[in-house]
């Protein structure tokens, strides 16, 4: 399994980006999949998720702004980030769980400026 992340960029405050997230080796439709990022000088955190009941969750710092979706035909897995935000600056990686087990991307940067 390989996932290959990007869409990532510099963008100003407001603005939107949408990131992609290719696999290979599997398929996103029937797994939990999701998007994480790292800030700088912080801990990974979660940002969206689609479980593999299909439930989606999203933090609460990205509500209302980020969207989640996957295309089962191109087996990609995107995130739609709207309203930037200095604060969204991280890398953003890309997960999938199968089988118990967590493949992860490469990570896209991200940098959102004010």
Not at 1 to 19: C, D, E, H, T, Y
Not at 41 to 64: F, H, L, M, P, W
Not at 73 to 83: D, E, P, W
Request: glycine letters at 10%.
């Amino acid at each position: 399994v390989q996932l290959q992340a990007s869409g990532g960029g510099l963008v100003r405050a407001g603005g939107s980006l949408k990131l992609s997230c290719a696999a290979s080796g599997t398929t996103f439709g029937l797994n939990a999949v999701g998007w994480y990022r790292q800030p700088p000088g912080k801990q990974r955190e979660v940002v969206a998720r689609i479980s593999a009941d299909r439930t989606t969750n999203y933090a609460d710092a990205v509500k209302g702004r980020f969207t989640i979706s996957r295309d089962i035909r191109q087996n990609t897995l995107y995130l739609q980030m709207n309203s930037l935000r200095p604060e969204d600056t991280a890398i953003y990686s890309c997960m999938l769980i199968k089988n118990r087990k967590e493949y992860w991307g490469q990570g896209t940067q991200v940098t959102v400026s004010s």
